[in-house]
């Protein structure tokens, strides 16, 4: 009786196997670096949460509230929001009902003051630091909208500078992106250096977790997406731990997790096939790179990819899942879909994929996540954002409605 049954038990252990591919992550251990292979679907299905609306700012019915563009969201220990504005160079910090409670720094170049700031993080501190992209600084506020300091990145009496995009601060572990670049007038050279790293208390750079190095002569440069661009110092985060979760590789789906003395702690990897850019993406990319080489160099060659990062943007939980968004996600998310996540284990498992269904555009709007269980829609985003370049946003002629920020609770 046994024998007559073990075939079905194996047929139906294999059925089984087959219908859960994501249970089965194997794991490898390859000089040193302990690898995660996960399959293309999640352990755990698809989740979609309720999203519940609490309060919104901005738009056509609040004549209180000026938005430019909104690039960065955060929440401190009492639940306040703070709202990093990169077109009016301020911070405007609001309470958990969405009271405007106070505005910290302004546009300039005195003591806490920045332009066109790209990041924000709260530092061990205390303090906020708001990161200027050009030339790259930190700069240091308290709470209360006193200067508190500031940490300026490179020499340029030295030919070197810094352009930064990235930074995060978690554990105790600040950790910036971005672009240190030497220029050899003598020899008509240039070297580039993208790199994640973390700063000491000083702001010095410390340990490097990822870095590439480019180096051209004057004549020969092209400006090029993938060289110039794309690069590690937007696909990063800093867990509560202190541990830097990167999406090093541009065309590969690979999450590099380090310890913050930058050794290796795993490596996870998701099977995936890279998104080919459409008509409309093509289009904002031609724009951007030409963009950036008539303002630099007319008479340089631009170049820019025909596919998407797999890994578009990458944020750690406090329980330590990792949430990806990818090309797909960004780009092409399914219909009546906003935007979804990829979600792994501390271990590095694809657990679940979460699917946000809130009303909006993901051609026009951006959602950023605060805190584990807060979600910020900021409409028009990528108007606004793309403007800068061009015009490489909608061809709607119509006057656009204001930049509005909702605040919503996944449940």
């Given at each position: 009786m046994i024998a007559r049954r073990l075939p079905h038990m194996t047929a139906a252990l294999l059925l089984l196997i087959l219908a859960h591919p994501a249970l089965a992550a194997r794991e490898t251990t390859e000089d040193g670096v302990l690898h995660v292979w996960n399959g293309s679907e999640p352990a755990n299905g698809v989740k979609t949460p309720q999203m519940e609306e609490l309060w919104r700012i901005g738009g056509w019915d609040d004549e209180e509230t000026i938005l430019g563009i909104i690039n960065k969201v955060l929440i401190d220990d009492d639940d306040n929001i703070y709202l990093m504005d990169a077109q009016l160079s301020e911070i405007k910090v609001f309470s958990p009902e969405g009271e405007q409670i106070n505005v910290i720094g302004k546009e300039g170049d005195g003591p806490g003051e920045f332009r066109g700031p790209t990041d924000m993080a709260f530092l061990p501190d205390?303090?906020?630091?708001?990161?200027?992209?050009?030339?790259?600084?930190?700069?240091?506020?308290?709470?209360?909208?006193?200067?508190?300091?500031?940490?300026?990145?490179?020499?340029?009496?030295?030919?070197?500078?810094?352009?930064?995009?990235?930074?995060?601060?978690?554990?105790?572990?600040?950790?910036?992106?971005?672009?240190?670049?030497?220029?050899?007038?003598?020899?008509?050279?240039?070297?580039?250096?993208?790199?994640?790293?973390?700063?000491?208390?000083?702001?010095?750079?410390?340990?490097t977790y990822a870095t590439s190095v480019l180096e051209f002569k004057f004549q020969d440069l092209v400006f090029d997406e993938k060289a110039l661009v794309d690069g590690v110092d937007r696909r990063f985060d800093v867990n509560r731990e202190g541990k830097v979760v990167v999406g090093a590789a541009r065309n590969a789906y690979e999450i590099s997790v380090f310890n913050p003395d930058g050794t290796p702690d795993r490596i996870i990897h998701r099977e995936y096939e890279s998104w080919v850019r459409d008509e409309r993406a093509a289009k904002i990319w031609q724009t951007i790179m030409e963009t950036i080489r008539n303002q630099q160099a007319p008479q340089a060659p631009a170049k820019w990819e025909d596919t998407e990062p797999d890994i578009e943007f990458i944020r750690t939980a406090d329980d330590g899942s990792i949430w990806v968004l990818n090309s797909r996600a960004m780009w092409a998310p399914p219909e009546g879909v906003f935007t979804y996540y990829d979600v792994f284990t501390a271990d590095g498992v694809f657990d679940r994929q979460v699917n946000l269904t809130c009303p909006g555009d993901p051609q026009e709007d951006m959602v950023f996540f605060a805190?584990?269980?807060?979600?910020?829609?900021?409409?028009?985003?990528?108007?606004?954002?793309?403007?800068?370049?061009?015009?490489?946003?909608?061809?709607?002629?119509?006057?656009?409605?204001?930049?509005?920020?909702?605040?919503?609770?996944?449940?």
């Open positions: 205390g303090t906020i630091g708001v990161l200027q992209a050009f030339p790259g600084r930190v700069v240091k506020l308290n709470l209360d909208n006193t200067p508190a300091g500031l940490w300026t990145l490179g020499d340029p009496s030295q030919g070197a500078f810094y352009i930064m995009r990235g930074l995060r601060q978690g554990g105790g572990n600040i950790v910036a992106g971005g672009t240190e670049q030497h220029i050899d007038q003598a020899q008509g050279i240039v070297k580039r250096e993208t790199f994640l790293s973390s700063l000491t208390p000083e702001g010095l750079r410390d340990h805190g584990d269980d807060l979600a910020f829609m900021v409409t028009g985003f990528w108007d606004s954002a793309l403007s800068q370049f061009g015009g490489a946003g909608s061809e709607d002629e119509e006057e656009a409605e204001p930049m509005q920020v909702i605040c919503y609770r996944l449940r």
